[in-house]
């Protein structure tokens, strides 16, 4: 660091250069993220609330009623508008807190939990941190968790079963609804991991796709997760955390005696209250009218691009429940497959399960963007 200080233009200027060797998702190359453009109104909320701190959220009681009412409509689209919860950085510190809750009830000793083999790696994090046994349930022929797996899974140290509404790899949703049953007649924590799904299945279902329960709306299920700056258009981190009852976020409660509340439950202490502000915008702007465009729209391009891919000569893993589109070939393996598109300027990833070309068609893909990528796999 220097002991004179740049002048802020030379500052821009130098920030520039690191800015142009980013990939943009507004470019359109952008095809393996479950993130997308923010939208502009979600920008200017957030950057009005820099400054706010809903880790002490007495300091800031404007920022608090907001999230207070965010995550009311979040519990309304999630089927149950009286949810307690908290908007955070992502999936991933939700789910860390979903087991927590769990573990935390609990009184057994050396606790387990039942995730599928598709569930997001987070889970492999909070078992690390929380000391738990991962138990990993198999999936059926469409990829969705195995209930007879999960069923010779369960043990009296069963502490919380995860159900997955839009898997990271294949958009699939698990069979919600029977695992709800279980968890309610075994008297077990039910977590629902709808990071991705949740901003999506509910807007589809009022379009007329033909989707499962997932919700709330279930009464086995706990806690969800739900991701605005996923589906949501929400800037990133942007996480969501629902709880059914209070007493979730009661069991993993701290004391905090010199800030303006006497307990937290996040993960994190310091937590932007810019996220909760832009969610807020974002949920009022485009209403429930905008989001079902949103996703209808979305599912359209998917249905383009995944007949696309199969005229090129490669074969669909499954057809796509949700905006996600997996493939593969029986001539060229996967890796090269991803290595050819990469040198033609196309950012895809990788599924591990099966192993396939894995595209998320977020809305910053339009059909120009798939028609230019249905091309070059034609070329490949």
Not at 88 to 97: P, S, V
Not at 150 to 170: F, M, P, Q, R, Y
Not at 284 to 306: D, N, V
């Amino acid at each position: 660091m220097e002991d004179k200080g740049i002048p802020k233009e030379q500052i821009y200027q130098l920030l520039r250069k690191y800015k142009e060797k980013d990939l943009t998702h507004r470019s359109g190359r952008i095809l393996g993220s479950m993130c997308t453009c923010p939208h502009p109104v979600g920008i200017k909320a957030y950057y009005m609330f820099l400054e706010s701190n809903l880790g002490d959220p007495g300091l800031f009681p404007g920022t608090k009623a907001l999230e207070n009412e965010v995550i009311a409509m979040l519990g309304e689209i999630l089927g149950k508008r009286d949810v307690y919860g908290h908007i955070i950085t992502g999936g991933t510190e939700a789910n860390l807190m979903a087991m927590r809750a769990a573990r935390n009830l609990s009184k057994v000793k050396h606790p387990e939990i039942i995730v599928p083999k598709s569930a997001h790696f987070s889970f492999k994090k909070a078992a690390d941190m929380l000391c738990l046994n991962l138990k990993m349930a198999d999936l059926d022929e469409e990829y969705r968790m195995d209930i007879s797996s999960v069923e010779d899974l369960i043990s009296n140290k069963t502490v919380a079963i995860v159900g997955v509404a839009g898997t990271t790899e294949l958009g699939k949703i698990d069979p919600i609804e029977e695992l709800s049953r279980i968890c309610l007649e075994k008297d077990i924590y039910f977590h629902v991991d709808a990071a991705f799904g949740g901003y999506s299945i509910p807007f589809l279902k009022e379009a007329g796709y033909k989707l499962p329960e997932f919700d709330f709306s279930l009464p086995g299920v706990s806690s969800m997760t739900i991701d605005p700056h996923k589906m949501g258009l929400a800037p990133i981190p942007t996480g969501g955390i629902l709880f059914r009852e209070c007493k979730y976020l009661e069991a993993i409660a701290v004391e905090t005696p010199y800030l303006t509340e006497d307990l937290q439950s996040t993960v994190v202490g310091t937590r932007t209250g810019a996220a909760t502000a832009a969610t807020w915008a974002l949920l009022k702007h485009l209403g429930r009218e905008g989001y079902r465009e949103i996703a209808k729209k979305c599912m359209e391009i998917t249905s383009i691009l995944a007949e696309g891919v199969q005229k090129a000569g490669f074969e669909l893993i499954t057809q796509p429940e949700l905006n996600i589109v997996a493939f593969r070939s029986s001539k060229i393996p996967v890796e090269e497959i991803a290595r050819r598109l990469k040198e033609k300027g196309w950012a895809v990833s990788l599924a591990s399960y099966p192993r396939a070309i894995r595209i998320i068609v977020m809305p910053h893909l339009k059909l120009e963007h798939v028609e230019a990528f249905i091309e070059d796999l034609n070329r490949i």
